[in-house]
């Protein structure tokens, strides 16, 4: 498994709540590929991302 790097977790503006659960947002590294497997959940996700991380 590959490991965390950051976790960040935020409540959205509250016109959104009805819609948008929260906010969750993780930086992880792996030195290979790797492969998910997610239960089935009754939320949506969504990926964003922008761009490759260089420190």
Known sequence: MA?????VLGLPE??????V???VGYRERAD????????ARDLAGTLWTFGTYRP
Do not use: I
């Not at 490991?3 to 976790?7: G, Y």
């Not at 509250?14 to 819609?19: D, Q, S, V, Y």
């Open 3 to 7: 490991p965390l790097d950051e976790v």
């Open 14 to 19: 509250a016109r959104l709540r009805p819609f």
């Open 21 to 23: 659960d929260r906010y």
């Open 32 to 39: 290979l590929p790797l492969v998910r497997r997610e239960a």
